[in-house]
C-alpha cells in the first residue's frame, strides 16, 4: 500500500530531552516535508526536501532541524524541544514536476507531541 | 511572498443543503495549482479537488466543486447534497502553503 509512515504517532517528553520523529514513504516521490498543525492557523511548513541532500526552511523552522539522507526518509529532529513545540506534526510527499507545487500531497497519520 | 487566507473559522449546513468554503490567496506565480484538503476527526489528510490556473473551466469531483476566480485570486469550495461525513476542517493550499482551516458541521 502507498503511504508516509510516521513514527511515534504520540509523545509526551520534557523540555530539553532531544527527540526524533521519522518518516518514511514508499512512493520514490523526491519531494517531502514536515507541517505543524495549531488550532488557528493551520498547517504551517517547518522545512522541505526536493530530493536526496536537498533540504530548504520553510515558514517555521527556528528549532527544528532535518535530513534527507534517503530518498525515502525525512527525520525531524528537534534538538532541544520547548514547551511552544507542542503540536501536531505532519510529514508528507509527492513527486515533483515542471511546474512547483502541482502534485497532491499524501500525508503521514501525523504525530501528536507534548513537550512539559 | 505567497499567503492563503480562508476568512470562516466555523461554519454549519444542514444535511442535504449546498454550502460554501471561502478562500484568498496572493502570488506573482502566473501557473500554479490549488488545492482543498479535507481533515476529518480521524486527522488524515485527504485531498478533495485541484484546479490548475491556466485552466478556465472550473473543477469538479462529484459533490465537490470549486468556483476559481483568477484574477480576484479567490478559490471557494462548494459542496453539494452535504452528507454527515462531510463534517471536518477544510484546508485551502498551494505552493506548499496552507490557510488556517474552517472547520465545517454537517447536522442532521
Known amino acids: 500500500e502507498a503511504q508516509v509512515t510516521q513514527n511515534p504517532r504520540y509523545l509526551i517528553t520534557v523540555t530539553g530531552k532531544k527527540l526524533t520523529v521519522t518518516c518514511s514513504q514508499n512512493?520514490?516521490?523526491?519531494?517531502m516535508s514536515w507541517y505543524r498543525q495549531d488550532p488557528g492557523l493551520g498547517l504551517r511548513q517547518i522545512y522541505y526536501?526536493?530530493?536526496?541532500?536537498?533540504?530548504d526552511k520553510g515558514d517555521v523552522p527556528e528549532g527544528y532541524k532535518v535530513s534527507r539522507k534517503e530518498k525515502r526518509n525525512f527525520p525531524l529532529i528537534l534538538e532541544s524541544p520547548s514547551p511552544n513545540q507542542t503540536s501536531l506534526y505532519f510529514c508528507a510527499s509527492s513527486l515533483t514536476g515542471v511546474t512547483p507545487g502541482a502534485n497532491v500531497l499524501t500525508f503521514g497519520a501525523g504525530s501528536r507531541l507534548t513537550v512539559l | 511572498a505567497q499567503t492563503v487566507t480562508q476568512s470562516q473559522p466555523e461554519m454549519s449546513v444542514q444535511e442535504a443543503e449546498t454550502v460554501t468554503l471561502s478562500c484568498t490567496y496572493d502570488?506573482?506565480?502566473?501557473?500554479?495549482?490549488l488545492f482543498w484538503y479535507k481533515q476529518p476527526p480521524s486527522r488524515q489528510m485527504i485531498l478533495v479537488i485541484r484546479q490548475e490556473a491556466y485552466k478556465q473551466q472550473n473543477a469538479t469531483e462529484n459533490r465537490f466543486s470549486v468556483n476559481f476566480q483568477k484574477a480576484a485570486k479567490s478559490f471557494s469550495l462548494k459542496i453539494s447534497d452535504s452528507q454527515l461525513g462531510d463534517t471536518a476542517m477544510y484546508f485551502c493550499a498551494f505552493l506548499g502553503r496552507f490557510g488556517a482551516g474552517t472547520r465545517l458541521t454537517v447536522k442532521p
Open positions: 526536501s526536493m530530493n536526496v541532500e536537498v533540504t
Open positions: 512512493m520514490n516521490h523526491e519531494y
Open positions: 502570488t506573482s506565480e502566473s501557473n500554479y495549482y
